[in-house]
Protein backbone atom coordinates (compact mmCIF):
# COMPACT_ATOMS: atom_id res chain seq x y z
CA UNK A 1 0.00 0.00 0.00
CA UNK A 2 1.77 3.15 -1.26
CA UNK A 3 1.64 6.51 0.87
CA UNK A 4 0.58 8.53 -2.36
CA UNK A 5 -2.38 6.98 -4.71
CA UNK A 6 -1.72 6.78 -8.41
CA UNK A 7 -4.32 4.57 -10.95
CA UNK A 8 -2.72 1.57 -12.12
CA UNK A 9 -3.42 2.38 -15.30
CA UNK A 10 -4.14 5.04 -18.20
CA UNK A 11 -4.22 4.57 -21.97
CA UNK A 12 -4.61 6.79 -24.64
CA UNK A 13 -4.28 6.88 -28.57
CA UNK A 14 -1.38 8.42 -30.58
CA UNK A 15 -2.25 11.95 -30.38
CA UNK A 16 -4.60 12.20 -27.31
CA UNK A 17 -4.05 14.17 -24.39
CA UNK A 18 -3.68 11.71 -20.75
CA UNK A 19 -3.47 12.47 -17.43
CA UNK A 20 -2.00 10.86 -14.67
CA UNK A 21 -3.34 11.81 -11.13
CA UNK A 22 -1.50 11.15 -7.55
CA UNK A 23 -3.46 11.48 -4.61
CA UNK A 24 -1.65 12.83 -1.12
CA UNK A 25 -2.01 14.31 2.01
CA UNK A 26 -1.43 17.22 4.27
CA UNK A 27 2.32 15.46 5.62
CA UNK A 28 3.52 15.23 1.61
CA UNK A 29 2.27 16.43 -1.23
CA UNK A 30 -0.11 19.28 0.76
CA UNK A 31 3.58 20.63 2.08
CA UNK A 32 6.87 19.43 -0.13
CA UNK A 33 6.98 19.36 -3.98
CA UNK A 34 6.21 16.67 -6.24
CA UNK A 35 8.25 14.88 -8.72
CA UNK A 36 7.24 12.84 -11.64
CA UNK A 37 9.27 9.97 -13.34
CA UNK A 38 8.99 7.62 -16.24
CA UNK A 39 10.65 4.64 -16.67
CA UNK A 40 10.68 2.47 -19.64
CA UNK A 41 10.56 -1.02 -19.79
CA UNK A 42 14.12 -3.02 -18.33
CA UNK A 43 15.56 0.33 -17.80
CA UNK A 44 15.92 3.10 -14.14
CA UNK A 45 13.66 5.71 -14.24
CA UNK A 46 14.77 9.06 -15.80
CA UNK A 47 13.18 12.40 -14.16
CA UNK A 48 10.56 14.17 -15.85
CA UNK A 49 9.07 16.62 -13.56
CA UNK A 50 10.34 18.38 -10.45
CA UNK A 51 8.88 21.01 -7.83
CA UNK A 52 5.50 20.23 -9.12
CA UNK A 53 6.14 21.61 -12.33
CA UNK A 54 9.50 22.57 -13.97
CA UNK A 55 10.79 20.33 -16.49
CA UNK A 56 14.33 19.19 -16.88
CA UNK A 57 16.53 20.18 -19.95
CA UNK A 58 15.85 17.63 -22.75
CA UNK A 59 12.28 16.41 -20.79
CA UNK A 60 9.82 17.54 -23.89
CA UNK A 61 7.15 19.71 -23.20
CA UNK A 62 4.66 17.55 -24.28
CA UNK A 63 4.94 16.40 -20.17
CA UNK A 64 3.80 19.17 -18.06
CA UNK A 65 3.09 18.73 -14.39
CA UNK A 66 0.60 20.49 -12.07
CA UNK A 67 -0.22 20.54 -7.79
CA UNK A 68 -3.11 21.81 -5.78
CA UNK A 69 -3.99 20.83 -2.20
CA UNK A 70 -2.99 17.31 -1.84
CA UNK A 71 -3.19 16.35 -5.31
CA UNK A 72 -1.22 16.40 -8.49
CA UNK A 73 -1.01 15.38 -11.94
CA UNK A 74 1.13 14.60 -15.01
CA UNK A 75 0.01 15.70 -18.41
CA UNK A 76 0.74 14.19 -22.11
CA UNK A 77 -0.08 15.77 -24.70
CA UNK A 78 0.61 14.90 -28.20
CA UNK A 79 0.73 10.78 -26.93
CA UNK A 80 3.28 9.03 -28.70
CA UNK A 81 4.26 5.35 -28.72
CA UNK A 82 7.63 5.69 -26.98
CA UNK A 83 5.45 7.29 -24.16
CA UNK A 84 4.13 3.75 -23.03
CA UNK A 85 6.00 3.32 -19.59
CA UNK A 86 5.70 3.39 -16.18
CA UNK A 87 5.05 6.54 -13.96
CA UNK A 88 5.30 7.69 -10.71
CA UNK A 89 4.89 10.42 -8.55
CA UNK A 90 6.92 10.50 -5.39
CA UNK A 91 7.07 13.82 -2.50
CA UNK A 92 8.74 14.02 0.35
CA UNK A 93 6.62 12.90 4.04
CA UNK A 94 7.19 15.17 6.50
CA UNK A 95 5.61 12.82 9.47
CA UNK A 96 7.86 9.46 7.78
CA UNK A 97 10.48 12.17 7.78
CA UNK A 98 11.23 10.50 4.13
CA UNK A 99 10.33 10.31 0.54
CA UNK A 100 7.73 8.33 -0.65
CA UNK A 101 6.36 7.21 -4.26
CA UNK A 102 3.17 6.23 -5.58
CA UNK A 103 2.68 2.93 -6.89
CA UNK A 104 3.12 3.67 -10.41
CA UNK A 105 0.86 3.91 -13.31
CA UNK A 106 1.41 2.05 -16.66
CA UNK A 107 0.53 3.85 -19.33
CA UNK A 108 -0.47 2.17 -22.52
CA UNK A 109 -0.67 3.51 -26.36
CA UNK A 110 -3.13 2.03 -28.18
CA UNK B 1 28.90 13.21 -19.45
CA UNK B 2 26.92 12.77 -16.22
CA UNK B 3 27.14 9.06 -14.85
CA UNK B 4 26.88 6.94 -12.20
CA UNK B 5 28.09 2.96 -12.50
CA UNK B 6 26.79 0.31 -10.01
CA UNK B 7 28.30 -2.90 -9.36
CA UNK B 8 27.24 -6.38 -10.46
CA UNK B 9 24.08 -8.66 -9.76
CA UNK B 10 24.66 -10.64 -6.26
CA UNK B 11 23.73 -13.53 -4.79
CA UNK B 12 22.95 -13.99 -1.04
CA UNK B 13 21.86 -15.74 1.41
CA UNK B 14 19.03 -15.28 3.90
CA UNK B 15 20.75 -13.96 6.71
CA UNK B 16 23.60 -12.54 5.15
CA UNK B 17 24.91 -8.82 4.17
CA UNK B 18 25.45 -7.09 0.92
CA UNK B 19 27.19 -4.05 -0.16
CA UNK B 20 26.31 -2.22 -3.68
CA UNK B 21 28.55 0.16 -4.90
CA UNK B 22 27.89 3.81 -7.14
CA UNK B 23 30.73 5.23 -8.96
CA UNK B 24 29.93 8.63 -9.87
CA UNK B 25 31.65 9.83 -13.02
CA UNK B 26 31.55 13.78 -14.77
CA UNK B 27 30.44 16.00 -12.06
CA UNK B 28 32.13 16.73 -8.66
CA UNK B 29 30.92 13.86 -6.36
CA UNK B 30 30.87 16.19 -3.52
CA UNK B 31 28.46 18.32 -4.32
CA UNK B 32 25.58 16.88 -4.84
CA UNK B 33 23.29 13.77 -2.28
CA UNK B 34 23.41 10.46 -3.31
CA UNK B 35 20.08 8.54 -2.51
CA UNK B 36 19.81 4.82 -2.50
CA UNK B 37 15.87 3.28 -4.12
CA UNK B 38 14.62 -0.27 -4.77
CA UNK B 39 12.33 -1.80 -7.17
CA UNK B 40 11.04 -5.77 -6.49
CA UNK B 41 10.30 -7.06 -9.90
CA UNK B 42 7.25 -6.10 -11.03
CA UNK B 43 6.87 -3.76 -8.16
CA UNK B 44 6.79 0.23 -7.45
CA UNK B 45 9.88 2.13 -6.59
CA UNK B 46 10.76 2.45 -2.67
CA UNK B 47 13.17 4.96 -1.27
CA UNK B 48 15.61 3.48 1.39
CA UNK B 49 18.29 6.22 2.30
CA UNK B 50 20.34 9.29 1.28
CA UNK B 51 23.90 10.23 1.50
CA UNK B 52 25.66 14.05 1.62
CA UNK B 53 29.05 12.81 0.36
CA UNK B 54 30.88 16.38 0.97
CA UNK B 55 29.76 15.61 5.19
CA UNK B 56 28.77 11.97 4.91
CA UNK B 57 25.54 12.57 6.86
CA UNK B 58 22.39 10.40 5.88
CA UNK B 59 19.04 9.80 6.44
CA UNK B 60 17.30 6.44 6.17
CA UNK B 61 13.82 5.60 5.71
CA UNK B 62 12.28 4.12 8.77
CA UNK B 63 11.57 0.44 7.29
CA UNK B 64 15.40 0.05 7.04
CA UNK B 65 16.56 2.07 10.13
CA UNK B 66 18.72 -0.32 11.62
CA UNK B 67 19.80 -2.66 8.98
CA UNK B 68 20.88 -0.26 6.05
CA UNK B 69 24.04 1.68 5.88
CA UNK B 70 24.78 4.35 3.22
CA UNK B 71 28.68 5.49 2.93
CA UNK B 72 31.02 6.92 0.76
CA UNK B 73 35.01 6.82 -0.82
CA UNK B 74 35.66 10.55 -1.75
CA UNK B 75 38.86 9.71 -3.42
CA UNK B 76 36.99 7.21 -5.80
CA UNK B 77 34.17 9.21 -5.95
CA UNK B 78 32.28 6.23 -5.21
CA UNK B 79 29.06 5.71 -2.70
CA UNK B 80 28.27 2.27 -1.52
CA UNK B 81 24.80 0.93 0.43
CA UNK B 82 24.89 -2.14 2.58
CA UNK B 83 22.08 -3.99 3.30
CA UNK B 84 21.91 -6.86 6.71
CA UNK B 85 19.97 -9.58 7.51
CA UNK B 86 18.62 -9.96 4.43
CA UNK B 87 15.37 -12.17 3.86
CA UNK B 88 13.22 -12.87 0.84
CA UNK B 89 11.79 -10.22 0.42
CA UNK B 90 15.14 -7.96 -0.11
CA UNK B 91 15.30 -9.28 -3.36
CA UNK B 92 15.04 -6.30 -6.10
CA UNK B 93 16.79 -4.27 -7.98
CA UNK B 94 18.38 -1.63 -6.16
CA UNK B 95 19.21 1.67 -7.69
CA UNK B 96 21.58 4.66 -6.64
CA UNK B 97 20.57 8.73 -7.59
CA UNK B 98 22.06 11.80 -7.82
CA UNK B 99 19.90 14.39 -6.29
CA UNK B 100 20.27 17.06 -8.73
CA UNK B 101 18.18 20.32 -9.02
CA UNK B 102 17.48 19.55 -5.47
CA UNK B 103 17.87 16.56 -3.52
CA UNK B 104 14.83 14.67 -4.53
CA UNK B 105 15.29 15.36 -8.26
CA UNK B 106 17.05 12.50 -8.64
CA UNK B 107 18.64 12.52 -12.09
CA UNK B 108 20.46 10.73 -13.41
CA UNK B 109 19.86 6.97 -12.15
CA UNK B 110 22.61 4.51 -11.75
CA UNK B 111 21.64 0.87 -13.90
CA UNK B 112 20.70 -0.73 -10.91
CA UNK B 113 21.58 -4.28 -9.35
CA UNK B 114 19.43 -7.14 -8.81
CA UNK B 115 19.95 -8.61 -5.54
CA UNK B 116 19.09 -12.16 -5.17
CA UNK B 117 18.19 -13.33 -1.59
CA UNK B 118 17.80 -17.28 -1.77
CA UNK B 119 18.40 -20.06 0.53
Known amino acids: QSVLTQPPSASGTPGQRVTISCSGS????????VYWYQQLPGTAPKLLIYRNNQRPSGVPDRFSGSKSGTSASLAISGLRSEDEADYYCAAWDDSLRGLVFGGGTKLTVL | QVQLVQSGAEVKKPGASVKVSCKASGYTFTSYDINWVRQATGQGLEWMGW????????GYAQKFQGRVTITRNTSISTAYMELSSLRSEDTAVYYCARGHYDSTAFDPWGQGTLVTVSS
Open chain 2, 51 to 58: MNPNSGNT
Open chain 1, 26 to 33: SSNIGSNY
